[in-house]
């Protein structure tokens, strides 16, 4: 990505033979941050589960950013294109909501 290209006669240098390499813009997308917030009443069970099933992380790995978030108060989930991120979010607030725990999860742009 963003690697100089030449091609014709697309150079800035009015034919004077001098190669100018120009760069065609590709920007990446941006990436956004999913954050879990920490609240006193969401079960650990329940938030490990979350991090499972919406996250696909193993139970060491949930448990373990579910104890970050416990203590810290707030953690990163993982880093995605903003359609992937904003599906996260809809999917464990939704599962949150249905099983009448007080849950966040928002997201951020990196
Ligand atoms: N603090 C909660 C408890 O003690 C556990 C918890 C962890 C809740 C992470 C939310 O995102 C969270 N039961």
């Given at each position: 990505m963003a690697r100089p290209t030449v091609s014709q006669d697309k150079d800035d240098d009015a034919d004077t033979g001098i190669a100018v390499q120009t760069r065609p813009k590709t920007k990446r997308p941006p990436l956004y941050k999913v954050l879990l917030l920490n609240d006193d009443y969401t079960p650990m069970e329940f938030v490990v589960h979350v991090l499972e099933r919406f996250?696909?992380?193993?139970h060491a790995q949930a448990f373990e950013i579910m104890l970050t978030v416990h203590k810290k108060g707030i953690a990163v989930v993982g880093v995605f294109s903003h359609e992937i991120a904003e599906t996260k979010v809809a999917q464990v607030m939704d599962f949150a909501r249905r099983h009448q725990h007080p849950l966040q999860c928002t997201m951020e742009k990196e």
């Open positions: 996250f696909g992380l193993n």
